[in-house]
C-alpha cells in the first residue's frame, strides 16, 4: 500500500499536522507495528527527527534519537531505497495536551520559540506569511541545544532550560 499522502500547504506555506488515524497509517505503511523501537535521524541537527521522536513517543510508540544524525553514523551507507512490507498499526488518538490550539496558548504559563533568533525577532521570515512572534513567548533556539552537531549534556540542557523558567512552570507550550 503507498503511504498517505502529506496533506497540501496551506495559503501560508505551512503543513497541518496530520491526524492521528492519517499517521498511524502512515507508520504501518512503512513496515512499523505498534511495538517496534523507531531510531530516527535527519541531516539538520535532529530537528525533524527530533520532532518525529516526539509524536511517535506521545502515542506510546517506543522512540529515539540517533543523536548527531546521519553526520555521525560511523558506518558506510547504503543508496537506493528499500521498500518495507506494511504492516497494521492501530490507530491510537493523540492524548489530550499534547497540542494546543491557538487560542488556548494565551493561557499557557511558558511559551518557548524555538526557531532562529532572525525568525523570532521577524527580521526574516523564509516560511511563515506573518513574521514575529506570539506575544510572550521567550526565544530558545533548537540550535542552542547542540554542541558540534551532538546534543549538549542533560545537566547543560537541564541548566539552560531552567534559566528559562520550563522548571517552574505549571504549562509549556513549544
Known amino acids: 500500500a503507498e503511504p498517505p499522502p502529506v496533506q497540501p500547504a496551506r495559503a501560508d506555506g505551512r503543513r497541518l499536522r496530520r491526524s492521528h488515524e492519517t499517521f498511524d497509517v502512515a507508520i ?10 523507531v531510531v530516527a535521524y535527519d541531516d539538520s541537527g535532529g530537528m525533524s ?16 534519537l ?26 491510537r488518538p493523540w492524548p489530550d495536551g499534547a497540542f494546543v490550539e491557538a487560542d488556548a496558548v494565551a493561557g ?22 506573518r513574521p514575529g ?9 533548537f540550535a542552542l541545544n547542540l554542541t558540534e552537531g551532538l546534543f549538549r549534556s542533560a545537566d547543560e540542557l537541564a541548566d539552560h532550560y531552567r534559566s528559562l523558567g520550563v522548571a517552574d512552570a505549571s504549562a509549556v507550550v513549544v
Not at 505503511?29 to 505498534?34: D, K, L, T, Y
Not at 524555538?114 to 516560511?127: K, N, Q
Open 49 to 64: 527527527a527530533g520532532r518525529l521522536v516526539w509524536m511517535l513517543r506521545v502515542l506510546g510508540q517506543p522512540a529515539a
Open 108 to 129: 499557557a504559563i511558558l511559551v518557548l520559540d524555538a526557531r532562529p533568533p532572525e525568525r523570532y525577532s521577524g527580521d526574516s521570515e523564509p516560511m511563515d506569511a
Open 66 to 91: 540517533l543523536d548527531g544524525g546521519l553526520p555521525a553514523w560511523p558506518g558506510p551507507l547504503e543508496t537506493g531505497s528499500t521498500a518495507p512490507s506494511p504492516t497494521d498499526c492501530p490507530v
Open 28 to 37: 504501518g505503511s512503512r513496515g512499523i507495528g505498534p511495538y517496534d523501537t
Open 133 to 141: 512572534h506570539l506575544p510572550g513567548a521567550l526565544n530558545s533556539p
